[in-house]
């Protein structure tokens, strides 16, 4: 069981930035490809940032040229460097894996989850 645990969350006003982590305990976790979504109260999970067992990164419209994921295969360990922060970027961040090496932000094809870490911005 590949187990998930994201941190760096918190609040921060608008045009700030913050820097999430998601640690993972997966074994040969190079293989998996890694995803970012997030969910805002009463809405749905948004697909934000993937990036694929090559390195290779995908965006959502609504991040794109703001938020950064890299992802470091020696501490197994996902970033998402979050930057120019809005209120709209208020929700809750979940840490995505699957066993596949293409990225994708189709929330359906990812198995392993974590438990999601709160950012709040403030205007």
């Known amino acids: 069981q590949v187990q998930l645990v994201e941190s760096g969350g918190g609040s921060v006003r608008s045009g700030g930035s913050l820097k999430l982590t998601c640690t993972s305990s997966?074994?040969?976790?190079?293989?998996?490809?890694m995803a970012w979504f997030r969910q805002a109260p009463g809405k749905g999970r948004e697909g934000i940032a993937a990036?694929?067992?090559?390195?290779?990164?995908l965006y959502a419209d609504s991040v794109k040229g703001r938020f950064t994921i890299s992802r470091d295969n020696a501490k197994n360990t996902l970033n998402l460097q979050m930057n120019s922060l809005k209120p709209e970027d208020t929700a809750t961040y979940f840490c995505?894996?699957?066993?596949?090496?293409?990225?994708?932000?189709?929330?359906?094809?990812?198995?392993?989850w974590g438990r999601g870490t709160q950012v709040t911005v403030s205007s």
């Open positions: 990036v694929g067992r090559d390195g290779t990164t």
């Open positions: 995505a894996a699957r066993g596949e090496p293409l990225k994708t932000l189709d929330e359906r094809l990812y198995r392993h």
């Open positions: 997966a074994y040969a976790y190079s293989r998996y490809s």
